[in-house]
């Protein structure tokens, strides 16, 4: 379904280039998330937004940035992306109480050379 | 914070056969335990998950049990079939500034043999 669309899918960028990836949702859900996932390493939270007036860092929030430009739209951004960012990000959504747990996207896998 | 561990990390068993997935966690303020399955290519998509006030929970093939005494949870699969493959991972969530903050587990990699 797409109910959470992230774009782009793919992106091999440079060391050292800014880079945006974008989310968005048809959920209805005021709060959103960026989570990064690395092979042995599970999901990790970068941020998270509970509405468009608050922003939260995750436990791995160093390097990125976000924006949410409205309550449908979340974006990720790496101001000055390094290899070591080179993985799978997700955007993921919910309600207050995580009633139907996360609706994830399809992902963005990001490679930095 | 919280710490999930989840074991085995991969795990492959015959058609047909069962196979159960362990967590634990440290956290006894958590109150939400979901399981995610993830196909190769795909999204983490939500298959079951259970509250703190219940100690087990069905749905068709799958279930997942509570113990929240020696904090851990399972997830278990019956009559495992090859669309089974994935990668799964457990999560535990408990209440936190007004959000309910998720930890993941590392996440296991089941593969059905036909």
């Known amino acids: 379904d797409a109910d959470v669309t992230q774009t782009p899918r793919n992106r091999i960028t440079k060391t050292g280039k800014r880079i945006m990836l974008e989310c968005s949702q048809t959920?209805?859900?005021?709060?959103m998330y960026w989570y990064r996932q690395d092979p042995g390493l599970g999901l990790r939270l970068i941020y998270y937004?509970?509405?468009?007036?608050?922003?939260n860092k995750g436990e791995i929030s160093d390097g990125y940035s976000v924006s949410r430009q409205a309550q449908a739209k979340f974006s990720l951004s790496l101001e000055s992306a390094i290899p070591n960012q080179t993985a799978l990000y997700f955007c993921?959504?919910?309600?207050?109480?995580?009633?139907?747990?996360?609706?994830f996207g399809s992902g963005t896998r990001l490679t930095v050379v | 914070g919280e710490n999930v561990e989840q074991h085995p990390s991969t795990l492959s068993v015959q058609e047909g056969d069962s196979a159960v997935i362990k967590c634990t966690y440290s956290?006894?303020?958590?109150?939400?335990f979901p399981w995610y399955k993830q196909e190769l290519g795909k999204r983490p998509q939500l298959i079951i998950d259970?509250?703190?006030?219940?100690g087990e929970k069905k749905d068709q093939r799958i279930a997942v049990t509570l113990n929240k005494t020696a904090k851990h949870f399972s997830l278990h699969i019956t009559e495992t079939q090859p669309e089974d493959s994935a990668v799964y991972f457990c999560?535990?969530?408990?209440?936190?500034?007004?959000?309910?903050?998720?930890?993941f587990g590392t996440g296991t990699k089941l593969q059905v043999i036909p």
């Open positions: 993921a959504t919910s309600d207050i109480t995580l009633s139907h747990g996360y609706t």
């Open positions: 959920k209805g859900h005021d709060r």
């Open positions: 937004s509970f509405d468009v007036k608050d922003i």
């Open positions: 956290d006894s303020a958590s109150n939400y």
């Open positions: 259970i509250r703190s006030n219940v």
């Open positions: 999560a535990a969530s408990k209440r936190s500034g007004g959000y309910q903050k998720v930890t």
